[in-house]
C-alpha cells in the first residue's frame, strides 16, 4: 500500500495545481509545481524492478523546466525550453535503447504526420515567435522525434506497454501545442488548465509505460 502514497501525493499536488490556476492563485501553483516530478518520482521509485537512468533524467529535467516555467520573462522561458529539450532527449535515448532494426524506410514514413503537424503549426506561430524562432523550432523538432520513435515502438510491438508511451508522448505534444498557441498566437482563458491536465497526464502514461516495461 505504501507504494501508492506517492502516487496519491502526485494527484494531490495537480489537483492544487489545478485549482490555483483556475482560481489564479500563484501562491498554490508554486506549492505545487516542484511537487509533481518529485511524487512522480517517488511513485517510479517505490514501484520499479529495475533501474532506468534515462527515464529518471528526463523527470529530473522536467522537474527543472517546471521550476523555470514559474518565472515571467523570457530568460527563465528559454530555460525552461531547455530543460524540457533535453528531458525529451534523454526520453529520446530510452526508447531507442528498445527498438530493433530500425529501417529508413519505416521511419520516413512514420515521420510524416509529425513533420505535418510540425510545418503547419510554425506556420500558424512563425510571426508571432520573433526572436523565438530558432528555440521553439529546435524544440518542436526534438518532441516531433520523440513522437517518430514512439510510434516506432509501438508499431514494432504492438503492445498496451508502448501503446502507454505513445500516448502520453501525443498528449506530451498536445500540451506543447497548446502552451505555444497560447504563447505565440492567441491567449485564452482555458488554455493553462489544458496545458496543465495534459502535461501531469503525459509524465504520468511515461512513467506507467517504464513502470510495465520493468515487469
Given at each position: 500500500m505504501y507504494r501508492k502514497f506517492p502516487l496519491i501525493a502526485f494527484i494531490i499536488f495537480s489537483l492544487i495545481d489545478f485549482f490555483g490556476i483556475y482560481f489564479e492563485k500563484q501562491w498554490m501553483i508554486y506549492l505545487a509545481k516542484p511537487m509533481l516530478m518529485t511524487t512522480l518520482f517517488g511513485y517510479y521509485y517505490l514501484n520499479?524492478?529495475?533501474?532506468?537512468?534515462?527515464?529518471?533524467?528526463?523527470?529530473?529535467?522536467?522537474?527543472?523546466?517546471?521550476l523555470f516555467?514559474?518565472?515571467?520573462?523570457?530568460l527563465y522561458f528559454i530555460l525552461?525550453?531547455?530543460?524540457?529539450?533535453?528531458?525529451?532527449v534523454f526520453y529520446i535515448i530510452m526508447v531507442f535503447k528498445i527498438l530493433l532494426e530500425i529501417k529508413l524506410k519505416d521511419f520516413m514514413i512514420v515521420g510524416i504526420p509529425y513533420l505535418l503537424l510540425f510545418l503547419i503549426l510554425i506556420n500558424v506561430l512563425y510571426d508571432g515567435l520573433e526572436s523565438m524562432k530558432i528555440p521553439v523550432i529546435i524544440y518542436a523538432m526534438t518532441i516531433s522525434f520523440l513522437g517518430v520513435v514512439s510510434l516506432l515502438l509501438f508499431l514494432q510491438s504492438r503492445t498496451k506497454t508502448s501503446l502507454l508511451l505513445l500516448f502520453g508522448v501525443l498528449i506530451f505534444i498536445t500540451s506543447d501545442t497548446i502552451l505555444a498557441l497560447n504563447l505565440f498566437y492567441e491567449k485564452q482563458s482555458f488554455y493553462p488548465i489544458l496545458i496543465m491536465t495534459t502535461y501531469v497526464m503525459a509524465q504520468f502514461l511515461i512513467c506507467k509505460f517504464v513502470l510495465n516495461l520493468n515487469k
Amino acid at each position: 500500500m505504501y507504494r501508492k502514497f506517492p502516487l496519491i501525493a502526485f494527484i494531490i499536488f495537480s489537483l492544487i495545481d489545478f485549482f490555483g490556476i483556475y482560481f489564479e492563485k500563484q501562491w498554490m501553483i508554486y506549492l505545487a509545481k516542484p511537487m509533481l516530478m518529485t511524487t512522480l518520482f517517488g511513485y517510479y521509485y517505490l514501484n520499479k524492478k529495475s533501474d532506468n537512468l534515462f527515464f529518471v533524467l528526463g523527470l529530473l529535467f522536467s522537474f527543472f523546466g517546471d521550476l523555470f516555467l514559474l518565472g515571467s520573462g523570457e530568460l527563465y522561458f528559454i530555460l525552461g525550453l531547455i530543460f524540457f529539450l533535453i528531458a525529451h532527449v534523454f526520453y529520446i535515448i530510452m526508447v531507442f535503447k528498445i527498438l530493433l532494426e530500425i529501417k529508413l524506410k519505416d521511419f520516413m514514413i512514420v515521420g510524416i504526420p509529425y513533420l505535418l503537424l510540425f510545418l503547419i503549426l510554425i506556420n500558424v506561430l512563425y510571426d508571432g515567435l520573433e526572436s523565438m524562432k530558432i528555440p521553439v523550432i529546435i524544440y518542436a523538432m526534438t518532441i516531433s522525434f520523440l513522437g517518430v520513435v514512439s510510434l516506432l515502438l509501438f508499431l514494432q510491438s504492438r503492445t498496451k506497454t508502448s501503446l502507454l508511451l505513445l500516448f502520453g508522448v501525443l498528449i506530451f505534444i498536445t500540451s506543447d501545442t497548446i502552451l505555444a498557441l497560447n504563447l505565440f498566437y492567441e491567449k485564452q482563458s482555458f488554455y493553462p488548465i489544458l496545458i496543465m491536465t495534459t502535461y501531469v497526464m503525459a509524465q504520468f502514461l511515461i512513467c506507467k509505460f517504464v513502470l510495465n516495461l520493468n515487469k
